[in-house]
């Protein structure tokens, strides 16, 4: 079965850093891209970034370019996102999730998402 | 940046009900679209890609169709289970962008 487990939410003072983490398992995750998406409270879904199965390409909406950090540890089996000079409007529900293919189009798309871990940027 | 268009923002339907929910793409995207499912307080659950492809173990009373602009999700028979809110998203290049999402609740 496929599973991710996202970790690392926190509450965290504007300005403030934090490091979210998904473990991935019951597939082959280096062959897989991966991406996150939040959701504010009470909003929708937001796209945040994306990254290759070699972690060879990645890509950042612009409300979080310059800011957020993706990677990956293929030996780990593990998706990070690094967040700094965090705001109060990057306060969300942060949720990893598994691209829908190893080639093509939907190769980027999303068929498997955690259960995501929760951002408070408040002082 | 593509621009996904949801309508209507919110409806109000009655068990067995047959359900439509359109998105539109402010360009054209071929069929790289998506439908998720979300409950309140759940991830969101992949039910279409590729426009009209149904997910494995997604009920055949879910099903998509479109290409290029203007795309459809239909529930042919709405189940107490499909309340929910659901969101359209385009994969055809960065950055991927969702539809604002239409909330389905019981009449």
């Known amino acids: 079965e496929v599973q991710l487990l996202e970790s690392g939410g926190n509450l965290v003072q504007p300005g403030g850093s934090l490091r979210l983490s998904c473990a991935a398992s019951g597939f082959s995750f280096s062959t897989y891209a991966m991406s996150w998406v939040r959701q504010a409270p009470g909003k929708g879904l937001e796209w945040v970034s994306a990254i290759s199965d070699s972690a060879g390409s990645t890509y950042y909406a612009d409300s979080v370019k310059g800011r957020f950090t993706i990677s990956r540890d293929n030996s780990k089996n593990t998706l990070y996102l690094q967040m700094n000079s965090l705001r109060a409007e990057d306060t969300a529900v942060y949720y990893c999730a598994k691209g829908g293919a190893t080639s093509g189009r939907y190769y980027y798309g999303m068929d498997v998402w955690g259960q995501g871990t929760t951002v408070t940027v408040s002082s | 940046d593509i621009q996904m268009t949801q309508s209507p923002s919110s409806l109000s339907a009655s068990v067995g009900d047959r359900v439509t929910i359109t998105c539109r793409a402010s360009?054209?995207?071929?069929?790289?679209l998506a439908w998720f499912q979300q409950k309140p307080g759940k991830a969101p659950k992949s039910l279409i890609y590729?426009?009209?492809s149904l997910q494995s173990g997604v009920p055949s009373r879910f099903s998509g169709s479109g290409s290029g602009t203007d795309f459809t999700l239909t529930i042919s028979s709405l189940q107490p289970e499909d309340f929910a809110t659901y969101y359209c998203?385009?994969?055809?290049?960065?950055?991927?962008?969702f539809g604002g999402g239409t909330k389905v609740e019981i009449k």
């Open positions: 590729a426009a009209s």
């Open positions: 998203q385009h994969y055809n290049n960065f950055p991927l962008t």
């Open positions: 360009q054209g995207i071929s069929n790289y």
